[in-house]
Nanobody, 119 residues
Framework: VQLVESGGGLVQPWGSLRLSCAAPGFTFSRYDMSWYRQAPGKERELVAQITSAGGRTNYADSVKGRFIISIDNAKNTVYLQMNSLKPEDTAVYYC?????????????WGKGTLVTVSS
């Protein structure tokens, strides 16, 4: 399984970006999908998650009210809409899939996409 992130780039503070995580042939309903990020010199942290069962979402406190995670099953793509971006949001953003049920134990990562928030 290959997860491919895209949509990163340079954006000014208070701007918006939408990240995409594409996985051709992947069945998102069998996995909990998450976005993580890792800033320079810091550990990787969970940003947002959407569960396979019921689509419940969870967000890091630092992004609540600004970021939205969603899935388009028809396009086999997970999105992270990022609004009101701050310089502290600068990081490499990674897509992650963790299997549930029969697929428990499976864990896949993309290679990341860089988001830089700067004026």
């Amino acid at each position: 399984v290959q997860l491919v992130e895209s949509g990163g780039g340079l954006v000014q503070p208070w701007g918006s970006l939408r990240l995409s995580c594409a996985a051709p042939g992947f069945t998102f309903s069998r996995y909990d999908m998450s976005w993580y990020r890792q800033a320079p010199g810091k550990e990787r942290e969970l940003v947002a998650q959407i569960t396979s069962a019921g689509g419940r979402t969870n967000y890091a406190d630092s992004v609540k009210g600004r970021f939205i995670i969603s899935i388009d099953n028809a396009k086999n793509t997970v999105y992270l809409q990022m609004n009101s971006l701050k310089p502290e949001d600068t990081a490499v953003y990674y897509c992650n899939a963790v299997g549930t049920g029969f697929y428990y134990g499976m864990d896949f990562w993309g290679k990341g996409t860089l988001v830089t928030v700067s004026s």
